[in-house]
């Protein structure tokens, strides 16, 4: 919806997260508000996940999770190429579709090498690593998707996260608003 109202983004490096274009509750919110505010349970965007935010605005505060679910992650799109797909969501099924959503992504996205005793995984999980439980963390949620052998310790690579627009993303993001 925001890149049919602001086609000026479209050619952007990305939606200028930090605007607040968003009207929630009768205020304004950014995308950043909104993921690292109200949906990380007020993280700082670029402290992996370690850092809580600390300045927190009172409707902040009264909208956010009460905890965070690192499943998120694989919900939130912002059109490039590297992003999980869209999709919409259930407030009945949110467990079961962020899990699925979740697994898709993993799977889609990361490769176990054996022989190299490394797994390749997207560079989602090194930006919000502590969302993920560290590297331990990021194992057990390997293991558990079935992607690395469980009780197993490979090496971790983060893949290089692409940028470029996804294409088909912008009409996917604009044509259920039309």
Not at 20 to 28: E, M, P, Q, Y
């Amino acid at each position: 919806k925001l890149l049919k109202e602001h086609r000026e983004f479209v050619s952007a490096w990305g939606l200028p997260f930090s605007k607040r274009l968003l009207r929630i509750a009768g205020r304004k919110f950014s995308l950043d508000d909104m993921e690292h505010g109200i949906l990380r349970h007020s993280r700082i965007k670029w402290a992996m996940g370690y850092l809580p935010k600390l300045r927190i605005s009172q409707a902040e505060r009264l909208l956010r999770v009460v905890q965070a679910d690192y499943k998120i992650h694989f919900a939130l799109n912002c059109g490039a190429r590297s992003c999980p797909a869209i999709s919409f969501y259930e407030p009945e099924k949110i467990d079961a579709q962020l899990d699925l959503a979740t697994r898709i992504y993993l799977q889609a996205e990361s490769r176990y090498k054996k022989e190299e005793h490394l797994v390749e995984v997207p560079r989602l999980l090194h930006w919000y690593r502590h969302d993920f439980g560290g590297i331990t963390g990021i194992r057990r949620l390997l293991g558990h998707y079935g992607l690395i052998p469980v009780g197993t310790h490979p090496r971790i690579k983060f893949a290089r996260y692409d940028w470029e627009q996804r294409p088909g993303n912008f009409q996917l993001l604009t044509s259920s608003y039309e």
